[in-house]
Nanobody, 115 residues
Framework: VQLQESGPGLVKPSQTLSLTCTVS??????????WSWIRQAPGKGLEWMGA???????YDSPSLKSRTSISRDTAKNTVYLQMNSLKPEDTAVYYC????????WGQGTQVTVSS
């Protein structure tokens, strides 16, 4: 299974970020797989942002719940992240991952929030 994140790279403060995780080699509806968004800001640890399950159930991070939305398109085998009201401290490498019988990660996409 391969995961490929894509996004704008540079976003201005207060704008909305939209990221795409395109999955190949497996289906996002495969039983018991959970598709997460995770980020890592410079000099900080990994932060789990939320997930969508194979069933479509959603799991939110309490700290980010008010600003993030995760969705999917099963026809495109793609998972999405939207995050609004961006701040400079949201600058990070954003990853998507799949956890189930095996664990898969994408290579990550850099997002910089700057005016």
């Amino acid at each position: 299974v391969q995961l490929q994140e894509s996004g704008p790279g540079l976003v201005k403060p207060s704008q909305t970020l939209s990221l795409t995780c395109t999955v190949s080699g497996g289906s996002i509806t495969t039983n018991y797989y959970y598709w997460s968004w995770i980020r890592q800001a410079p000099g900080k640890g990994l932060e789990w942002m939320g997930a969508i399950a194979y069933s479509g159930s959603l799991y939110d991070s309490p700290s980010l719940k008010s600003r993030t939305s995760i969705s999917r398109d099963t026809a495109k085998n793609t998972v999405y992240l939207q995050m609004n009201s961006l701040k400079p401290e949201d600058t990070a490498v954003y990853y998507c991952s799949a956890e189930g019988r095996r664990y898969y990660w994408g290579q990550g996409t850099q997002v910089t929030v700057s005016s």
